[in-house]
């Protein structure tokens, strides 16, 4: 059994196909500069017909591997966090790990929205410490294929991405996860839903193609509710870490609605150059984002040994986390 474990690698990817907000704004016949004051998105990237979720996924998970630089034979895990796989059945990431060269590797999907990788990142690092074995976490979406196009409040935030990790063993007890904490509410079950296609709802010959489609019920709500989960989350990672706010050199958070993560941040008292930002040019890609931005975080200025990173997300069910990590 490992003492620790450490982040090692990462990755993402990102579609080719960028759409700026004024072709979202044309069509839906909103003013210029609407979606960006509300959101804080300027641009996103969508997929285009050639585009895979296993796809992209194993570009990120490919990046990630390259830059842990070990062997693809001491992966013993993949988790790929995503809500729109290749199929409804079989899950995706075996898939992935087969086009990865993982040999042997454990491979599942899992379904947790917006907090996938919260999630993921915490069952891959008990993982890493009972077996001293190294995971791959993968979280990747493709929303632009859910999007209503119709429908304001999803049209503009959603945007398709992938971003992975590296997680290995450790010897250094201030390394990996320091603290971690989990939320849920499903009182706020249907905010917002994908309300046909599952069991409860299947597929027929006389379904409402709109009802296979994103919506958010109450984005006012979602607002509050997500603010809330995340802050709570938050402090009770920072506590069970003991460390305070102002001892974070990194905020990652998910990257839902700029003014979302603002307000955790003005909330836990997290200063705003700690927090890491990279909604204004990819958008909203629900679990990929905390991955995406830790990559391109990582890329601008690399992690350095001892510092302290908080990760927090919620999203749809309502489903949300916290982590602290050292580096």
């Known amino acids: 059994m ?31 500069g609407w979606i960006e004051r509300r959101t ?42 995503t809500s729109t796989p290749d199929h409804l059945l079989p899950p995706s990431a075996p898939l992935v790990a087969h086009r990865l060269g993982l040999g042997r590797a454990g491979a599942v999907d899992l379904t947790g ?30 929303l632009s294929r859910r999007i209503n196009p119709a429908e304001r409040a999803s049209a503009v935030l959603f945007a398709d991405a992938a971003g992975a990790v ?24 249907g905010l917002i839903q994908i309300p046909a296609g599952g069991s409860n709802k299947p597929f027929h010959g006389d379904l409402d193609l709109g009802e296979t489609r994103m919506t958010i019920t109450d984005g006012r709500e979602v607002f509050g509710k997500a603010v809330e989960m995340m802050t709570a989350c938050s402090q009770d990672a920072l506590a069970a870490a003991q460390i305070l706010p102002q001892d974070i050199d990194r905020f990652v958070p998910h990257q839902a609605n700029a003014r979302i993560f603002d307000a955790v941040g003005r909330n836990l008292g997290i200063a705003d150059e700690a927090i890491v930002k990279t909604i204004a ?28 990173i908080l990760l927090a997300a919620a999203g749809a069910g309502l489903s949300g986390g916290a982590l602290v990590i050292g580096i």
């Open 2 to 32: 490992s003492r620790s474990s450490r982040l090692l690698g990462f990755g993402h990817h990102a579609p080719a196909r960028k759409v700026e907000n004024p072709e979202i704004e044309d069509r839906l016949g909103l003013e210029p």
């Open 281 to 308: 040019d990819y958008g909203n890609s629900s679990a990929a984002t905390i991955p995406l931005s830790l990559s391109l975080a990582h890329q601008r200025e690399p992690f350095r040994p001892g510092e302290k």
């Open 113 to 142: 929205a917006c907090a996938g990788f919260i999630y993921a990142l915490m069952f891959a690092d008990a993982f890493t410490r009972l077996h001293g074995k190294a995971a791959l976490v993968i979280a990747a979406n493709i």
């Open 40 to 81: 804080g998105i300027r641009s996103r990237f969508w997929a285009t017909e050639e585009d895979t979720l296993s796809g992209l996924a194993a570009q990120a998970g490919d990046m990630a591997l390259a830059s842990a630089g070990i062997e693809r034979s001491d992966i013993g895990l993949l988790l790929l966090a």
């Open 166 to 189: 590296v997680i290995g063993p450790s010897d250094d007890a201030d390394r990996g996860i320091l603290g971690a904490s989990v939320d849920s509410d499903g009182s706020r079950y």
